[in-house]
């Protein structure tokens, strides 16, 4: 791993990393408060399983305060105000679909998208990563696939009447992480995370997520694909 980081030559010292870094870490630290503060919620819309939900809430605040050590690491001070906006609408379409208690629209959020794009985000990071920053985010990585089952196992169960929610949810949501994608585009790339390999690691992730639920490749194609073309 340290000879992949080597090989891009990344001076993790310098101003123009720390200076992307500082996005890039407020967006994990603020992903990983957000997804605490929304396995809560769901622990209340799903009251049968209240336990498991909490205790992935509790893992999720300890993977913010990793990613905050990360930062103190690198000397970087995390822009958190950057991260609230950059989650802000995807934030706002869950806490709509809670009030509206929209379980199935909540679950493809969290537990979907928001884990599958943390995922690719933390295997596209790994090689690339300073060595304090590497160890944090492989013990991470293994805890969010716990947290992609929970939602896919949910779903797969009530598949059949979550269908056509799945389905709205996709289309409202999806786009939106496109959006994210592309507005720290650069700061990515100046961490040698290439956007290709990220799009790509997602729709991978996504896909098998859909698939373990119930949708066919024919949907799996069109369901994860959406609003691709805003990359």
């Given amino acids: 791993m340290q000879q992949l980081a080597d090989q891009f030559q990344i001076d993790f010292h310098s101003e ?24 809560l919620r ?9 336990d498991e939900l909490i205790r992935l809430s509790k893992m999720e605040s300890r993977h913010k305060k990793g990613f905050e050590a990360c930062g103190r690491n ?3 001070t995390p822009d958190m105000e950057f991260a609230k906006q950059f989650f802000a609408e995807l934030h706002q379409n869950f806490r ?26 933390y295997n596209i990071y790994i090689p690339v990563a300073d060595p304090f920053a590497r160890k944090i985010t492989e013990g991470v990585v293994k805890d969010e696939y716990t947290h992609l089952n929970f939602g896919e196992v949910w779903l797969q169960e ?12 996709n289309r409202q949501n999806l786009p939106v992480v496109w959006k994210m994608l592309n ?15 990220l799009v790509e690691d997602f729709m991978i992730q996504y896909g098998e997520a859909l698939s373990n639920i119930g949708f066919n490749t024919r949907d799996i194609m069109r369901l994860s694909a959406y609003g691709l073309r805003t990359v």
Wanted: hydrophobic residues 45%.
């Fill in 96 to 121: 709509d679909a809670a009030a509206e208690g929209k379980i199935v629209t909540c679950l493809l959020i969290q537990s979907l998208i928001i884990e599958c794009f943390a995922i690719a985000a």
């Fill in 183 to 197: 507005q720290v585009q650069e700061d990515a790339e100046t961490l040698a995370m290439e956007k290709e390999a």
């Fill in 158 to 169: 009530h598949f059949q009447e979550s269908k056509a929610e799945l389905e709205e949810a």
């Fill in 42 to 50: 769901l622990a209340e819309l799903l009251p049968e399983h209240q």
């Fill in 16 to 39: 123009t990393y720390k200076d992307a870094y500082s996005r890039i870490n407020a967006i994990v630290i603020e992903g990983e408060q957000e997804a605490h503060e929304n396995y």
């Fill in 74 to 76: 690198l000397q970087v």
